[in-house]
Structures are given as structure tokens and as C-alpha cells.
């Protein structure tokens, strides 16, 4: 069985990158394909990645730097894949993967971390943030194509796999599809040692908008006895610089390991994006550290509320602070084991399972229903 990967595009490694490198813990001879592979060397040790085949995305300039300004092309790229040659096409997708072209001898499995947020549910969102009326006006009728193109596509894998319930919803609303749930793999800690004393509050990403780390910061405002650590760098960084109190200290870019050690000594990590599943949430329960994170999308199912975390209602910094305030009464009732045990259920071992059974599902429904067409040893359930 010959077998194809499927993934956007490779330039940095996070969420996705993750979910790809436990595919190919699954399949490690399968082919690897996407849009465009600009990732570092060390970086692509991570994934334990090879090679990949690329379209004509990779060779046009300015790319590296601003890939999403080529968006309208993605479409018609990555249905230049020829993906002929194989027997099971394995599509980890949150923007165009889910769109390549396959043939009806051919299982198509698509891992779909979300539709394409921008262009559906968040599409007003996102509008509202562009400061250029110009690029707006523009904006409108290449996103309502780019929802009939991947409304269309939809059809195409034999089996969805979503990140999340939440996610799941989100297809069927806008694919029409059922989709099984599979969350994705996460790092657990590995900590032997007991960590530091816990005095700080930690948040941590790229420092965008929808992130919503002002609010965080200024519900740190509001408490200045409490002290404050955000981790990660973006375009927000100067702003979130110039608004934030003695008491919010900005650790910028850190690695790993750095990172860990940040989420193990802190009091709790505070989390308030609306993320389809939110990894960082989870990798900092595991670190024995509870969550105080936004009541919506993929943190209700990552957070056990009252138990390993709390939510708040809303983005804004009073409901942050009132959340903070709530958590420190009672912040003995939160256990660093009741923490790493809600985190051990999203393991990478949970996912590669999860993800062979899933395939070999497809495949045995695959065979049963292609009788007549193709010889039965075409596809094997026997996993990489």
C-alpha cells in the first residue's frame, strides 16, 4: 500500500506540524506533500521529516515572507498534487489539503483541524481587524469563492476526522458531514524533579489579536499584586509592551524547554482565545498547572471547570480578573495530580491509535464497498 500525506504548508512547527509528525510515526514511508516547505533544519528534525514534494507556490517570490498573500492560489495548487500513484491519501487540513484531487480507487482520509475559520464563521472577525478598507473591499469576494471551493471539496475524502467536538460541529454546520473526533497529540511533560515555588501567572503564544493577550494584560492592570509572565513574540509585542503594568513582565521568544519550565512554576496558565482545540492548555495541565481559560470551543474539553481550571465568560479584562480573583480563593482545591491526570488522555500514543483505527475502519469500509473493482489485497490494515 502506497501512502500520501497531505499537509498545507511547512514553515514553522506547531499544532499541525505535531499532528504530522505522529502521522508519520504511523506511516513512516509515506510521501510527504504541501503547498510550500520553507522549515529549518532542526525544525524538520522534529517533525522526523525527510523530504517533501512541493507545487508551484514554493518557487514565487516573496513567499517565505508573506505566503498569505498568495491565499487565491492555494485552491488551484494543491489540486496540481498528483497523487495517482497511491492507494491511501491521509490529508491533514486546516486551509486547502482536504482539496486534493483523488480518484474513487483511491482512500481519502482527511484529519480536518478546522474549515477554514477566516472565510466561514470568523469571516466578520477577521474583516473587522483589517485597518485598509481597500484590501476589505478585496477581501469579500475572493473569501465567498474561496467558500464555494471548499464547500465543494468537502466531498472528496472517503472519511473527517476533526480535532475537537467543537470542530465537528463547525463541519457539519458548514460541510454538512459527520465527522469522528480524534484530539490531537500532546507532548506530556516528562518532569521527574518537583518543580519551582509557584509564584507567577503565566500566558503564552504568538502575540496576534485573536490571541486576545491585551486582555490578559490589562485584567493584570486591575491586579497589581499579582504578577504576570507572557511568553511568545508577534506583531502585538510593542503594544502589549507599552499598556502593561510594573507587575506584566514579557519573556518574548522561548524554547521548549524554556517554556515548560515556565509552565510548571507558574500559580496557573491563562488562556483567552476561542481555539478550535488548544494544545498549549493541555501541555500546561500536564506541568500540573491548572487553566484559567475562555468557556468557549476547544477549552470545554480540555478543561475539567472547577476541577484542573476555571472559565471565564468573555475576552474582556474584567471577566479575566474576576476569573483570577475566583482562583486564587480557592486555589488549594486545584491538584497538580487531578492537572497531569486530565492531560494524560490527549497523549501521542492516544492519537496514534486512534488515527490507525480510524484508517483501518476506512479501509474495511472501503473493501466492502469496492467489491468487483479492485483486487481486496489492494489496501492492508496492518499499520506502519
Known amino acids: 500500500m502506497r501512502v500520501a500525506i497531505v499537509h498545507d504548508w511547512l514553515y514553522t512547527v506547531g499544532g499541525a506540524e505535531r499532528v504530522l509528525q505522529e502521522m508519520l510515526r504511523c506511516y513512516p514511508d509515506a510521501d510527504v506533500f504541501c503547498l510550500f516547505d520553507f522549515l529549518k533544519p532542526e525544525d524538520r528534525a522534529k517533525i522526523g521529516l525527510k523530504s517533501t514534494r512541493t507545487t508551484f507556490i514554493q518557487k514565487l517570490p516573496f513567499v517565505r ?40 480507487d483511491q482512500l481519502h482520509v482527511s484529519y480536518v483541524h478546522s474549515p477554514i475559520r477566516y472565510a466561514w464563521d470568523l469571516q466578520h472577525t477577521y474583516l473587522a481587524r483589517n485597518k485598509s478598507s481597500i484590501t476589505t473591499f478585496l477581501a469579500r469576494p475572493l473569501l465567498h469563492w474561496l467558500r464555494i471551493w471548499d464547500a465543494r471539496t468537502a466531498h472528496g475524502p472517503d472519511m473527517m476526522i476533526a480535532n475537537s467536538h467543537f470542530v465537528a460541529r463547525r463541519i457539519r454546520k458548514v460541510y454538512g458531514r459527520k465527522a469522528r473526533v480524534l484530539y490531537p497529540p500532546v507532548q506530556l511533560s516528562s518532569r521527574t524533579d518537583a518543580p519551582a515555588e509557584r509564584r507567577h501567572f503565566l500566558a503564552a503564544s504568538r502575540l496576534v489579536p485573536y490571541k486576545n493577550i491585551e486582555a490578559i494584560v490589562r485584567a493584570f492592570s486591575e491586579l497589581p499584586d499579582q504578577q504576570l509572565i507572557v511568553a511568545g513574540d508577534g506583531p502585538e509585542a510593542g503594544h502589549l509592551r507599552k499598556i502593561a503594568g510594573p507587575n506584566v513582565t514579557f519573556a518574548g521568544f522561548v524554547s521548549d524547554a524554556a517554556m515548560r519550565e515556565l509552565m510548571a512554576s507558574a500559580r496557573a496558565f491563562v488562556f483567552a482565545a476561542e481555539e478550535d482545540f488548544g494544545i498549549i492548555s493541555v501541555e500546561a495541565q500536564s506541568e500540573g498547572t491548572p487553566v484559567l481559560a475562555l468557556g468557549r470551543g476547544g477549552s470545554c474539553e480540555s478543561v475539567l471547570d472547577g476541577k484542573t481550571g476555571l472559565f471565564f465568560d468573555a475576552p474582556e479584562p474584567a471577566a479575566i480578573a474576576a476569573c483570577v480573583r475566583r482562583f ?5 482545591d486545584f491538584l497538580p495530580e487531578n492537572c497531569r491526570a486530565q492531560a494524560a488522555g490527549f497523549s501521542a500514543e492516544r492519537f496514534r491509535e486512534g488515527l490507525r483505527a480510524y484508517v483501518n475502519q476506512s479501509i474495511a469500509d472501503y473493501r466492502s464497498s469496492a467489491v468487483g473493482y479492485v483486487p481486496a489485497s489492494k489496501f492492508s490494515t496492518e499499520g506502519g
Open 328 to 332: 486564587i480563593e480557592r486555589e488549594g
Open 65 to 104: 515572507r508573506a505566503h498569505r498573500a498568495f491565499l487565491p492560489l492555494f485552491p488551484i495548487a494543491i489540486e496540481q498534487l498528483d497523487l495517482s500513484p497511491y492507494d491511501l491519501i491521509i490529508s491533514s487540513s486546516y486551509a486547502a489539503a482536504k482539496g486534493v484531487l483523488t480518484g474513487p
